[in-house]
Antibody, heavy 120, light 109 residues
Framework: EVQLVESGGGLVKPGGSLRLSCAAS????????VNWVRQAPGKGLEWVAS????????YYTDSVKGRFTVSRDDAKNSVYLQMNSLRAEDSAVYYC?????????????WGQGTTVTVSS | EILLTQSPGTLSLSPGERATLSCRVS???????LAWYQQRPGQAPRLVIY???SRATGIPDRFSGSGSGTDFTLSISRLEPEDFAVYYC??????????FGQGTQVEIK
């Protein structure tokens, strides 16, 4: 079965750090771009970061630049989101999602999400 | 940043009725770079339409997408109970950020 599984979420104090993982099974991530998308409680979807194959291109939304770092380990078939200097407004469900050139880079495979809560 | 505005915010319809959802983009984009996602409560988003009019794998043919430039539409010809959900449009062309609309909730009347 093709799936993505996120992990690493939890409760953290403002200013703290978390590392999210996105592990793929049933397919290889190596040739795919992977995105992180978040959804604050009761709100819509917000694209956060993207990493292309071979880490050739890495992009972030402005609000997380300098605080979040996306990386990948193709040997482990996984992508990571290192989140530092966390703020209350970073509280959300974080999803990873792949894009494929075969569907014009829309996000076709999504994980179930992991919840990050930033609170004192 | 390209902004996407979806309308209406909420659509109240009965099963069997037709739903028409709109997504207006702040500047013209290629049709290849517009997608629609469905999100049911407590679930991850699911790709419904990519490249403005192509159905994703496993999506029934009652779903259709159309549009170009700045105006795009998602239509559901006959609503089934499982179609009641929130729908988001997204643009993913050119330079980031790749933005989503605020969503349209399709609810049972």
């Amino acid at each position: 079965e093709v799936q993505l599984v996120e992990s690493g979420g939890g409760l953290v104090k403002p200013g703290g750090s978390l590392r999210l993982s996105c592990a793929a099974s049933g397919f290889s991530l190596s040739r795919l771009s992977v995105n992180w998308v978040r959804q604050a409680p009761g709100k819509g979807l917000e694209w956060v970061a993207s990493i292309s194959s071979r880490s050739s291109y890495i992009y972030y939304t402005d609000s997380v630049k300098g605080r979040f770092t996306v990386s990948r380990d193709d040997a482990k078939n996984s992508v990571y989101l290192q989140m530092n200097s966390l703020r209350a407004e970073d509280s959300a469900v974080y999803y990873c999602a792949t894009t494929s050139p075969f569907i014009y880079y829309a996000m076709d495979v999504w994980g179930q999400g992991t919840t990050v809560t930033v609170s004192s | 940043e390209i902004l996407l505005t979806q309308s209406p915010g909420t659509l109240s319809l009965s099963p069997g009725e037709r739903a028409t959802l709109s997504c207006r983009v702040s500047e013209g984009i290629s049709s290849s770079h517009l997608a629609w996602y469905q999100q049911r409560p407590g679930q991850a988003p699911r790709l419904v339409i990519y490249a403005a009019s192509s159905r994703a794998t496993g999506i029934p043919d009652r779903f259709s997408g159309s549009g170009s430039g700045t105006d795009f539409t998602l239509s559901i010809s006959r609503l089934e109970p499982e179609d009641f959900a929130v729908y988001y449009c997204q643009q993913y062309g050119g330079s980031p950020p790749w933005t989503f609309g605020q969503g349209t909730q399709v609810e049972i009347k």
